[in-house]
């Protein structure tokens, strides 16, 4: 919590360095290597007597050495950027398309067809059947309902009015 700022820095680029070393183990060359993990063991010593100066000094070399053997180009920064924005933009996408679909719907009347419920006059079909068993719940599950009204006594069959809503 109070370590000092070059000390916190220093650990910090020795273990990047072990990652490093790590990662590019097989692609170094021995005198590389050697180079290496030379000024890491330089950069130790230096924290352990704790003198600023000497810190500074080994913490640069090993930097330069560093960048020296993995040079950062201006491209690396632009592809990285690219990559997490792209990323970015397909989980985006993703989460929009399979999980949140938001919709505003203006008026009240597009409410039942939003997910696809519409009515259909099965009257006007010749020979139509209300399904039973398995196709009524496929039916079902695929959203359909079906009303079946039936008039008290012979006669014409009026249809069916609109509730009446109280004004408050």
Known sequence: MFTPRHIKHSR???RHARKYLRYKHDKLSDPDRAQILFEMQNL???????????????????????HKLTPVTWESHWRENCEVILVAIVIAVGI???FLQPFKIPTASMQPTLYGITSKNFLVETNYQKPTGMAAVK??????????????????????SKLQEKPF
């Open 139 to 160: 039916d079902w599950f695929a959203g359909a309902s079906y009303l079946s009204f039936k008039a008290n006594h012979d006669g014409t069959f009026g249809g069916v």
């Open 12 to 14: 910090l680029l020795l």
């Open 96 to 98: 929009r398309s399979y």
């Open 44 to 66: 130790r010593e230096s924290l352990r007597s704790r003198d600023r100066e000497k810190i500074h000094s080994a913490a640069d070399t090993l930097d330069k050495t560093l």
